[in-house]
């Protein structure tokens, strides 16, 4: 279950075409979003298509060194400890998932970018026509130098009606 929800989160604006994959381009919901929000949202669609693509050292260098890794209520660990650890299961589970990004709402004033998504996940591969879930991601994102990186992220999940 928790691979299920973390590969559905695990995530990125996250249905564009490719199961698994997202695209940086997916367009940020919101009425007015300020440059800064929608450069923190890239940054979040950066790390969901890196995990999914398995390129977990580039996930890595998107998250800063003390980042914590929260799913169902359950912390998973820093950084380190889940690209390490749980990262390499939720890569491989993102395989088997399509994903749609149903809302996501991005902010970001000073040196602190919020970006809120939810999405839907559906099985595919070995599972098709599975339940599917609905996955709401918060992903708090800390400026560093020019750029921004990923400092908090918590998934959670449900069942899709």
Known sequence: MRLLLLASSLAIAFAAGSVGAQTPTQPVQATQVSPAANEAANVVNAFMAALAGNRLEVARQLMTPDAVVIANGQVIGTRDAYIDGAAKGDAAGLAQ??????????????????????????????????P??????TMLLSRVGAGWKIAHIHWSNRHAR
Not at 98 to 109: G, K
Not at 122 to 129: D, F, H, L, S
Not at 132 to 137: D, F, K, N
């Open 132 to 137: 599917a879930e609905i996955v709401t991601e």
């Open 97 to 130: 998932v399509q994903r749609e990004l149903l809302r996501r709402d991005a902010t970001a004033n000073g040196n602190l970018g919020v970006v809120l998504s939810e999405k839907r996940i559906t099985p595919t591969g070995a599972r098709p026509g599975g």
